[in-house]
Each structure stands twice: as structure tokens, then as C-alpha cells.
Nanobody, 125 residues
Framework: QVQLVESGGGLVQAGGSLKLSCAAS????????QAWFRQAPGKEREFVAA????????YYGESVKGRFTISGDNAKNTVTLQMRNLQSEDTAIYYC??????????????????WGQGTQVTVSS
């Protein structure tokens, strides 16, 4: 069974930084794509960033471009999300997700196969 486990969330002041990590286990077949989404209370799940393990990307949601960086380490089966200049609107639960197949629309959460349990990020103003 494939498992994705996020870590690194927490409380940070506006303007600060956090680094999230996603560790994958049970990855016998390999993933084609991996991404981060987030969901704030009362809002829909929002695309944050994604990579194609084949080498394409990275890709970012408009609200995080220039502030967040996604990277992957194939040898360690991990994907990280470096978040800088965090703002109150970044407060959400952040989810790691992976797809077995190559995705055309990385921002469509419905097309991913596996999800982590999520990690809370809270930005205080």
C-alpha cells in the first residue's frame, strides 16, 4: 500500500518561512507526478505546486509563484515545498499527493491517486 506522509507544518509569523516534506513509502511502481495542494477552512482545495518526475516542471499556482519552491529527491522518495514570505492567506492544511500516470492538468485534484493526511500551516499576522 502506498503511503504519503507530510511533515514540517506549524505556526509562523507573516513574512516567515516553512519547509514541508512528503515522504513516500510502498513506491514499488513509481509515481509519474507529485504535487502539493492546500485547503483553508470553508474553501475549496487549491493547487499549490507540482512536478513531473520525468523532469517536467515545476508548476505553481498563481497565488504562490515567486514565494514557494517545490523539489523532489528521487533517491530519498521525498518531495519538499519551501515556502517563503508567508502571508495569512497561506494558512491552510497542506496535502501531498501523487499520481501513477502522467497528468496533463496537474491542478486537477481529482486525477491524483494517493494523498497524505495533511499538515497544518498557520500564519499569524
Amino acid at each position: 500500500q502506498v503511503q504519503l506522509v507530510e511533515s514540517g507544518g506549524g505556526l509562523v509569523q507573516a513574512g516567515g518561512s516553512l519547509k514541508l516534506s512528503c515522504a513516500a513509502s510502498g513506491r514499488g511502481f513509481g509515481y509519474a507526478d507529485q504535487a502539493w495542494f492546500r485547503q483553508a477552512p470553508g474553501k475549496e482545495r487549491e493547487f499549490v505546486a507540482a512536478i513531473h518526475w520525468s523532469g517536467g516542471g515545476p508548476y505553481y499556482g498563481e497565488s504562490v509563484k515567486g514565494r514557494f519552491t517545490i523539489s523532489g529527491d528521487n533517491a530519498k522518495n521525498t518531495v519538499t515545498l519551501q515556502m517563503r514570505n508567508l502571508q495569512s492567506e497561506d494558512t491552510a492544511i497542506y496535502y501531498c499527493t501523487a499520481s501513477q500516470g502522467f497528468l496533463v492538468n496537474l491542478a486537477d485534484s481529482a486525477t491524483y491517486n494517493y494523498w497524505g493526511q495533511g499538515t497544518q500551516v498557520t500564519v499569524s499576522s
